[in-house]
C-alpha cells in the first residue's frame, strides 16, 4: 500500500499540472492513509438515547446549562416571519438561552419592528447592529465579535451560530451532545446536514450535497455491533454551527477564524467569503485518513443517514428551483 500511496503521491502533483482531477487523486491517498488505522471500529456510540421518545424532565438534563446563539439577519421585512419561525425553537434548546440577532440594519423604526416581531418567541435576546460593513456579506463574520464575549464568561457551556432561515431542534443538540463525546478521542466532530421538501413530491432533499457518496469509499468510524457508522461527507457544507467551549476556544485560537484565510485542504471547493466561516474547523487539525473533522451519523446496513442530524432549511428554495443544490433525496445520499 505505501507504494500505492507514493504513486498516487506523484500523480497527483501531474494531474495538478494539468489541471485534472486532483482532488479525487488527493481523497483517494487520504482514503488509503484511513484504511491504515487501527482505531476505525472501535467507536463507542449509543445511538438509542437518539431513538427513544423522551419527557420533558430528561430532555432538560440532556441539554446544554447555558447556550449563546448568534443569528445574522440582513434586514428585509419580508423574511421576518421566516426569522420569527427559526428563534421559535430557541427556548428549547438550553436550560438558558442568550440569543443575539446580528444585523446591518441601524433604522430605529425597523429595529423596533424587529424586535416586537422577535418578542412573541424569544424570552430574552438582543439586537447587535454591525457597522461599517465593507460589502454585505461580511454581515456574518461580525457575529464573531459578540461570540468572543460570550466566551469570555465561564457561564456559557455552548455556542451556536447560523443563518436565519435554519430551523435546529432539541432532538438535534441531543444528538450533537452524545455524539461529541463518542468522537473526541478522533479528533472528530459532529454535524448536521441541511434538508428542503420539494413541493412536487413533498420528500426531503439534502441542500450542501451535489453528488452521492459511496459508503464503502468514504473514510468513517463504526461499531458493526451497533450498526452505527460516523461518516465524511464529500460536501460538508454546512451555514451553522454548535460548539462546545474547547472547540470554540480552538476556533478562535487558530487561523480559520480569520477572514482573510484560505483553507488549503479545501481548495477543491468555492471558498467565498462567507463559505469560509462555514467551513470553522472543518478542515482544520484533520485527523489522518479523513477528509475533513466533519462526521455525520450513518445507518451501516441500510446505508441511510439518521433523522437526528437533519436540519430544516425553512426557504426550501434550492430544491424548489432550477438549482445544482437541492437535488439528491436524503434517502439517497449514500449508496
Not at 39 to 53: A, G, R, S, V, W
Not at 223 to 243: D, E, G, I, R
Not at 276 to 290: E, I
Request: glycine share 2%; charged share 25%; hydrophobic share 40%.
Amino acid at each position: 500500500m505505501n507504494i500505492l500511496i507514493y504513486i498516487l503521491k506523484r500523480l497527483r502533483i501531474i494531474f495538478k499540472s494539468l489541471g485534472k482531477n486532483e482532488h479525487k487523486i488527493n481523497n483517494f491517498i487520504k482514503f488509503l492513509f484511513w484504511k491504515k488505522r487501527n482505531d476505525i471500529d472501535k467507536l463507542n456510540y449509543n445511538d438509542e438515547i437518539n431513538n427513544q421518545p423522551l419527557d420533558i424532565d430528561k430532555v432538560k438534563k440532556m441539554l446544554p446549562k447555558k447556550l449563546a446563539i448568534c443569528v445574522t439577519f440582513f434586514y428585509n421585512e419580508k423574511k421576518i416571519s421566516i426569522l420569527k419561525n427559526t428563534c421559535s425553537e430557541f427556548n428549547n434548546l438550553a436550560q438558558e438561552v442568550d440569543v443575539t440577532i446580528i444585523t446591518n440594519e441601524s433604522s430605529d423604526e425597523k429595529l423596533a419592528n424587529l424586535k416586537s416581531s422577535l418578542e412573541d418567541v424569544l424570552n430574552f435576546f438582543s439586537i447587535h447592529v454591525a457597522k461599517d460593513l465593507q460589502h454585505p456579506k461580511f454581515l456574518p463574520w461580525s457575529h464573531l465579535v459578540v461570540m468572543r464575549s460570550k466566551i469570555s464568561d465561564n457561564s456559557f457551556t455552548h455556542f451556536m451560530y447560523l443563518e436565519d432561515d435554519i430551523k435546529v431542534s432539541p432532538k438535534n443538540i441531543i444528538y450533537w451532545i452524545n455524539a461529541r463525546n463518542a468522537l473526541k478521542t478522533f479528533n472528530l466532530i459532529p454535524s448536521f446536514v441541511r434538508t428542503e421538501i420539494n413541493f412536487i413530491d413533498n420528500e426531503t432533499y439534502v441542500v450542501d450535497s451535489t453528488k452521492k457518496n459511496n459508503f464503502k469509499k468514504t473514510p468513517r468510524v463504526y461499531s458493526l455491533k451497533n450498526n452505527m457508522a460516523f461518516v465524511n461527507l464529500l460536501f460538508p457544507h454546512q451555514p451553522l454551527y454548535f460548539f462546545d467551549k474547547e472547540l470554540m476556544n480552538e476556533y478562535f485560537n487558530g487561523p480559520p477564524s480569520d477572514p482573510d484565510f484560505a483553507i488549503p485542504a479545501a481548495k477543491d471547493h468555492y471558498q467565498g467569503i462567507v463559505e469560509r466561516l462555514d467551513l470553522m474547523l472543518t478542515y482544520h487539525n484533520v485527523p489522518k485518513g479523513f477528509f475533513h473533522r466533519a462526521v455525520v451519523p450513518v445507518d451501516i446496513r441500510k446505508r441511510a443517514i439518521k433523522n437526528y442530524c437533519l436540519v430544516e432549511h425553512l426557504s426550501n428554495k434550492y430544491t424548489n428551483q432550477d438549482s445544482n443544490f437541492g437535488v439528491i433525496k436524503v434517502k439517497d445520499l449514500f449508496f
